[in-house]
């Protein structure tokens, strides 16, 4: 064999195995769940809705309703091994969700799928050594609006500001090395779910009959995370694709990426110090390359909590034709971004979170309410407020404004 071609074999190799563990992790979930004397489960059905004021030049739905019911089991079968494993179903008014009922693994579909796996996984723990294999959710970083270090994170962006993590499928092991947490691992490339072509949210309606390339290939990554000290840190470097994609004239794709970054949090006696930078290189010449840092105040007062700071983009190289065409972490960069939220009693809350552009090209504020009944019940209100020039990342969506309202019942 070639060695243009080596390392490509090497990458079908290795992904061949985390879709092994995968599937053998799903294997050893369920009959081990059923023996397991100690079961535990928790989950919920939650109808939303969605109502928009304007109609945006593409899509003149202004009501949408949606339902998500989800179940989780968890079990420790040996003092070794914890199982945990999950479905969701789901139903919208907007064609968002697959008409399909096959049951759907792999979080690739364009729409949601209607009924999915949303994590199974086995957690093996030896001494220091933790394993976990299977369907999972892996998450770096230490800051919140943005978070440059998280690239085993895609996110389902239907709805671009109101938007959930996907799990991935692969393995990670983590090292209890006495003066730290090393991590490493190798998974499945996930992309991230991307606004429909037909609906408010999407920003590049010319990509409708555009082809989709999924890589074939692992993602892998190593991250150090030391705490303690009067000083928390962490050093990650990631080699996979990028969740989020490139759009040109062949079609929309995930270029290959590396990243190196690191994330550190100071206490003092006031507030909470964060900050997290990573810079980002491509092979490819259609990928720009740069950095994003972020740099964050946090601090409690009673029932307060404030988190606020401002989040920075360098570009080294702009190589991609349509920069931000669809970049949600790029998008919200060059922003001063905040959230405070207030715990009125135990069973009431209060949020407001914001992010605003330097340049005063695009804003966005969203309040809310939640309030508990009971052990089951919670009803939830928000309301999202967007304003901005088309030509802003944020701005684009400034026809996108919208209340919401929720009902959970959780079991």
Same mark, same amino acid.
Request: net charge negative; hydrophobic share 45%; aromatic share 12%.
């Given at each position: 064999m070639s060695a243009a071609k080596h390392p490509r074999s090497r990458h079908a190799r290795t992904l061949r195995r985390l879709r092994a563990a995968g599937v053998l992790a799903w294997c050893v979930a369920w009959p081990a769940l059923a023996r397991a004397q100690a079961v535990t489960q928790r989950g919920f059905v939650e109808a939303d809705l969605f109502g928009f004021p304007q109609a945006a030049p593409n899509d003149?739905?202004?009501? +949408?309703?949606?339902?998500?019911?989800?179940?989780?089991?968890?079990?420790?079968?040996?003092? =070794?091994?914890?199982?945990?494993?999950?479905?969701?179903l789901r139903a919208n008014s907007h064609d968002q969700v697959e008409d399909s009922w096959a049951f759907d693994a792999g979080d690739r579909t364009i729409r949601r799928p209607r009924l999915s796996l949303r994590r199974a996984s086995a957690t093996i723990t030896r001494g220091r050594l933790t394993v976990d294999a299977g369907k999972q959710f892996v998450r770096w970083g230490r800051t919140d609006v943005v978070t440059p270090t998280d690239r085993f994170a895609p996110r389902d962006f239907l709805d671009v500001f109101d938007n959930e993590f996907l799990a991935v499928s692969g393995a990670r092991a983590t090292v209890d090395t006495g003066v730290g947490a090393l991590e490493a691992a190798a998974t499945r490339f996930t992309p991230a779910r991307l606004p429909l072509v037909d609906q408010r949210w999407n920003p590049f309606p010319s990509a409708a009959a555009l082809p989709r390339s999924i890589p074939d290939r692992a993602q892998l990554g190593v991250r150090f995370n030391h705490t303690g000290g009067g000083l928390d840190w962490a050093a990650s470097y990631f080699d996979g694709n990028n969740y989020l994609p490139n759009l040109d004239a062949a079609g929309i794709s995930f270029p290959p990426m590396r990243m190196i970054g690191g994330d550190a949090a100071v206490p003092t006696r006031w507030v909470t110090l964060k900050g997290e930078a990573a810079y980002f290189a491509s092979s490819s010449l259609a990928a720009d390359e740069y950095a994003i840092y972020v740099v964050q105040l946090e601090r409690q007062a009673g029932e307060w909590v404030f988190v606020g700071g401002y989040a920075g983009e360098v570009i080294t190289s702009r190589r991609s034709p349509l920069p931000e065409a669809f970049a949600p972490d790029r998008g919200t960069t060059r922003s001063i971004v905040g959230r405070a939220s207030y715990t009125i009693d135990v069973n009431r809350s209060f949020a407001v979170e914001a992010a605003v552009r330097t340049?005063?090209?695009?804003?966005?504020?969203?309040?809310?309410?939640?309030?508990?009944?009971?052990?089951? =019940?919670?009803?939830?209100?928000?309301?999202?407020? +967007?304003?901005?020039?088309?030509?802003?990342? +944020?701005?684009?969506?400034h026809r996108n404004s919208h209340a919401a309202a929720s009902l959970r019942y959780s079991f």
């Open positions: 003149s739905t202004r009501a +949408i309703g949606d339902l998500l019911a989800r179940e989780e089991l968890f079990a420790a079968p040996a003092p =070794w091994l914890r199982l945990a494993a999950g479905v969701d340049g005063g090209d695009g804003e966005y504020a969203k309040l809310e309410y939640s309030h508990a009944y009971g052990q089951h =019940w919670r009803a939830t209100a928000s309301a999202v407020a +967007i304003a901005g020039h088309a030509g802003d990342f +944020i701005g684009q969506y």
